[in-house]
């Protein structure tokens, strides 16, 4: 139980700014489980190599991961909008970029392993986040949902009471609206890629203190990440939040329930539940959870 | 006869290029002409894989009275032996054995097209990728760890129907299968592109409204190619696992087998069964070239080479997209009538103003 409310916090900042990503610039970003892969690996630098407690990690992957995001955005995909490239053009520059991710984050793995001797695929930093207790409870249990519930707090608070916010929202439901009254429309797209990535960050370096991490990691979350934002509705960052939260207990806890009453060989299956909940939200519900129209239903279609 | 590493070099390049075609004109007919963005490429090429390791072998078994079920894999490397030296004596068995698998392999992959593309094909394409990329990973995920089916990560070794021609002319054999299968898909691409079937891809790419406007289904027509392009791509695989005698999940992999396509295929030009090609020509060699020259490069450099290689290809499709989006071959316009037909007509519409036109 435990372990599905940590995996879930992660789940929910991830999908958070995937869904945040998507709404700006309409491209699903397949670069954004490396995101968070890359930042564990800085935890792991931050950890053994630095040998500072790996909770920092948090800051400076909130930086790192917005950083990336950002270069992303503004070394790619901008000029390829300037250029008028369709969203498929988009989808495939995001995947140039992840393959560029992957590489650095296998660079950075050999080059810990040869160098530093350090364990870099197949690693974890239980120890601090379980060895560690706060109010007689594991680190990490305290801190990853209340880092999760700060961050989409402040998000939602960032998003509706700032006039930046405002700005931002506008920007997203109407670009050309937005631009004739002065709103810079790239500079709120910049920002929300920003806090994408600075979200994904976080995730990232908070992953290694709960799960083992390995150099396909983000590769591996990406599904799960696709799930919740779909599940959830890929147009509302508040559906998101809800499939996060959602994918990520149902993943952790349906696998486990499965595994006592079928024996263990199911735990390795473990990605096929996400994928079977996008299916079925995909096919009866495409808009996701918040794009039902739920007063409808309880009212019996009537309209 | 004995084969120099020069030679031998040669014939791997060349018959990995020739799977590698395969797999970027299947890509190149399913994003190219009808515009459907398969992230999960990795599905098709590992599914025809899977077949010829679960399923033809165990035909093959079956038909010669071993063991079929869980047996097939327990007792593996005893059942292939012994199939092997049952089929190695007989030329037209092996031949059997190979149509079976490879006709068995594009059945099957059509199917997995079909079955994967399900949920998400009638939304707009992002969706449809994104469930393409899922079901290719979890196939995955069945395949590294489901016992019964190709042996886990373990993976299966399966009968080589190639046997019979013996030991060093074997790489040539398989070669020229190779070349000749990707030649005979290429040859019915260019035929399917310059037909109806094809011209009609090409609108419902440009603009999936006006195509439905004139009255094609567009759902209709992204299943079907998604159908064909899997059939082709799952060929690639079954012939890749002949080729090596053995199928494991490891083989396959995402950046290998869906990303290196799109690079191949963007790059050489899209909507362009040649630009393709050379994609492909392109970047197999290039690979070969690095992994062959990676002792050179691992004594200077702390980390793998190969991860130097996928920096540079996400480097060069950026680049690419960037700046020369109609990647290498720029794609042509199908012409419907014969170049002279068009000179004759062009002729006399424009008799009015005479002047030379050739």
Same mark, same amino acid.
């Given at each position: 139980?435990?372990?599905?409310?940590?995996?879930?916090?992660?789940?929910?900042?991830?999908?958070?700014?995937?869904?945040?990503?998507?709404?700006?610039?309409?491209?699903?970003?397949?670069?954004?489980?490396?995101?968070?892969?890359?930042? &564990?690996?800085?935890?792991?630098?931050?950890?053994?190599?630095?040998?500072?407690?790996?909770?920092?990690?948090?800051?400076?992957?909130?930086?790192?991961?917005?950083?990336?995001?950002?270069?992303?955005?503004?070394?790619?995909?901008?000029?390829?909008?300037?250029?008028?490239?369709?969203?498929?053009?988009?989808?495939?520059?995001?995947?140039?970029?992840?393959?560029?991710?992957?590489?650095?984050?296998?660079?950075?793995?050999?080059?810990?392993?040869?160098?530093?001797?350090?364990?870099?695929?197949?690693?974890?930093?239980?120890?601090?986040?379980?060895?560690?207790?706060?109010?007689?409870?594991?680190?990490?249990?305290?801190?990853?949902?209340?880092?999760?519930?700060?961050?989409?707090?402040?998000?939602?608070?960032?998003?509706?009471?700032?006039?930046?916010?405002?700005?931002?929202? &506008?920007? %997203?439901?109407?670009?050309?609206?937005?631009?004739?009254?002065?709103?810079?429309?790239?500079?709120?797209?910049?920002?929300?890629?920003?806090?994408?990535?600075?979200?994904?960050?976080?995730?990232?370096?908070?992953?290694?203190?709960?799960?083992?991490?390995?150099?396909?990691?983000?590769?591996?979350?990406?599904?799960?990440?696709? &799930?919740?934002?779909?599940?959830?509705?890929?147009?509302?960052?508040?559906?998101?939040?809800?499939?996060?939260?959602?994918?990520?207990?149902?993943?952790?806890?349906?696998?486990?329930?499965?595994?006592?009453?079928?024996?263990?060989?199911?735990?390795?299956?473990?990605?096929?539940?996400?994928?079977?909940?996008?299916?079925?939200?995909?096919?009866?519900?495409?808009?996701?959870?918040?794009?039902?129209?739920?007063?409808? %239903?309880?009212?019996?279609?009537?309209? | 006869?004995?084969?120099?590493?020069?030679?031998?070099?040669?014939?791997?390049?060349?018959?990995?290029?020739?799977?590698?075609?395969?797999?970027?004109?299947?890509?190149?007919?399913?994003? *190219?002409?009808?515009?459907?963005?398969?992230?999960?490429?990795?599905?098709?090429?590992?599914? /025809?894989?899977?077949?010829? /390791?679960?399923?033809?072998?165990?035909?093959?078994?079956?038909?010669?009275?071993?063991?079929?079920?869980?047996?097939?894999?327990?007792?593996?490397?005893?059942?292939?032996?012994?199939?092997?030296?049952?089929?190695?004596?007989? +030329?037209?068995?092996?031949?059997?054995?190979?149509?079976?698998?490879?006709?068995?392999?594009?059945?099957?992959? *059509?199917?997995?097209?079909?079955? #994967?593309?399900? +949920?998400?094909?009638? $939304?707009?394409?992002?969706?449809?990728?994104?469930?393409?990329?899922?079901?290719?990973?979890?196939?995955?995920?069945?395949?590294?760890?489901?016992?019964?089916?190709?042996?886990?990560?373990?993976?299966?070794?399966?009968?080589?129907?190639?046997?019979?021609? *013996?030991?060093?002319?074997?790489?040539?054999?398989?070669?020229?299968?190779?070349?000749?299968?990707?030649?005979?898909?290429?040859?019915?691409?260019?035929?399917?592109?310059?037909?109806?079937?094809?011209?009609?891809?090409?609108?419902?790419?440009?603009?999936?409204?006006?195509?439905?406007?004139?009255?094609?289904?567009?759902?209709?027509?992204?299943?079907?190619?998604?159908?064909?392009?899997?059939?082709?791509?799952?060929?690639?695989?079954?012939?890749?696992?002949?080729? =090596?005698?053995?199928?494991? !999940?490891?083989?396959?992999?995402?950046?290998?087998? =869906?990303?290196? !396509?799109?690079?191949?295929?963007?790059?050489? *030009?899209?909507?362009?069964?040649?630009?393709?090609?050379?994609?492909?020509?392109?970047?197999?060699? $290039?690979?070969? $070239?690095?992994?062959?020259?990676?002792?050179?490069?691992? #004594?200077?450099? +702390?980390?793998?080479?190969?991860?130097?290689?996928?920096?540079?290809?996400?480097?060069?499709?950026?680049?690419?997209?960037?700046?020369?989006?109609?990647?290498?071959?720029?794609?042509? !316009? =199908?012409? =419907?009538?014969?170049?002279?037909?068009?000179?004759?007509?062009?002729?006399?519409?424009?008799?009015?103003?005479?002047?030379?036109?050739?």
């Amino acid at each position: 139980m435990r372990d599905a409310i940590v995996f879930a916090s992660i789940l929910t900042m991830l999908s958070t700014g995937l869904t945040l990503t998507y709404m700006t610039t309409k491209v699903p970003n397949f670069a954004h489980g490396n995101f968070a892969a890359i930042n &564990a690996y800085f935890t792991l630098i931050i950890a053994k190599l630095l040998s500072i407690n790996p909770y920092v990690g948090v800051v400076t992957g909130f930086f790192l991961g917005g950083a990336i995001s950002l270069l992303l955005y503004l070394l790619v995909l901008k000029p390829l909008l300037d250029r008028g490239a369709s969203y498929i053009i988009l989808m495939i520059a995001t995947i140039a970029y992840d393959m560029m991710l992957i590489s650095t984050i296998n660079i950075i793995a050999d080059y810990l392993s040869r160098v530093h001797k350090i364990t870099s695929r197949l690693f974890q930093l239980r120890e601090w986040g379980h060895g560690i207790e706060i109010l007689g409870q594991p680190s990490i249990f305290i801190v990853a949902p209340a880092l999760a519930a700060f961050l989409v707090i402040s998000l939602y608070l960032f998003m509706n009471k700032t006039k930046f916010g405002i700005a931002m929202r &506008a920007a %997203i439901d109407n670009p050309s609206l937005a631009e004739t009254i002065g709103i810079n429309v790239n500079l709120t797209y910049a920002v929300s890629w920003f806090i994408s990535g600075g979200l994904a960050g976080v995730g990232g370096a908070l992953a290694p203190l709960q799960m083992t991490c390995n150099t396909d990691t983000g590769t591996r979350l990406l599904i799960s990440i696709f &799930a919740a934002s779909i599940v959830g509705g890929f147009t509302n960052i508040y559906g998101a939040f809800l499939g996060g939260f959602l994918i990520g207990l149902a993943e952790v806890l349906g696998t486990g329930f499965l595994a006592i009453n079928f024996g263990s060989w199911v735990v390795p299956y473990r990605p096929i539940i996400p994928l079977i909940l996008m299916a079925l939200t995909l096919l009866f519900a495409p808009q996701g959870l918040t794009g039902i129209s739920w007063a409808r %239903i309880f009212r019996g279609r009537k309209t | 006869m004995e084969l120099s590493a020069i030679s031998i070099f040669l014939t791997n390049l060349i018959t990995l290029i020739g799977l590698f075609i395969i797999i970027s004109l299947s890509l190149n007919l399913e994003y *190219g002409y009808a515009g459907i963005p398969n992230f999960g490429k990795l599905l098709a090429v590992a599914g /025809g894989a899977y077949f010829v /390791g679960a399923v033809s072998g165990r035909i093959l078994a079956l038909a010669y009275g071993q063991p079929a079920g869980l047996g097939y894999i327990e007792r593996n490397l005893e059942v292939v032996g012994l199939l092997n030296s049952a089929i190695s004596s007989s +030329p037209l068995q092996s031949i059997g054995f190979l149509i079976l698998s490879i006709v068995g392999a594009a059945f099957f992959g *059509g199917l997995l097209g079909y079955v #994967a593309s399900y +949920p998400a094909i009638r $939304l707009r394409g992002d969706y449809l990728a994104i469930t393409l990329l899922a079901m290719g990973e979890i196939f995955w995920v069945i395949g590294d760890n489901w016992q019964p089916l190709i042996g886990g990560s373990m993976g299966v070794r399966i009968p080589d129907p190639f046997r019979w021609i *013996g030991g060093e002319y074997r790489p040539l054999a398989i070669l020229l299968t190779v070349l000749i299968t990707a030649a005979i898909i290429f040859l019915y691409l260019e035929y399917l592109g310059r037909s109806p079937l094809g011209r009609v891809l090409k609108a419902m790419r440009e603009n999936e409204l006006s195509a439905s406007v004139h009255g094609k289904d567009v759902v209709k027509l992204r299943t079907k190619t998604l159908i064909v392009g899997f059939a082709i791509a799952a060929i690639s695989g079954a012939l890749n696992s002949l080729w =090596t005698v053995s199928v494991s !999940p490891k083989d396959f992999e995402r950046v290998r087998h =869906t990303f290196m !396509p799109w690079v191949m295929v963007i790059i050489g *030009g899209a909507g362009n069964n040649l630009g393709a090609v050379v994609g492909a020509i392109i970047f197999v060699t $290039l690979r070969e $070239l690095i992994v062959f020259y990676k002792y050179f490069f691992e #004594a200077i450099i +702390p980390f793998d080479v190969v991860w130097l290689e996928y920096l540079f290809m996400g480097i060069a499709l950026i680049i690419v997209l960037m700046y020369r989006p109609e990647g290498l071959i720029p794609e042509k !316009p =199908t012409r =419907t009538l014969s170049e002279k037909k068009i000179r004759e007509i062009a002729a006399r519409t424009i008799s009015e103003k005479p002047h030379e036109n050739s």
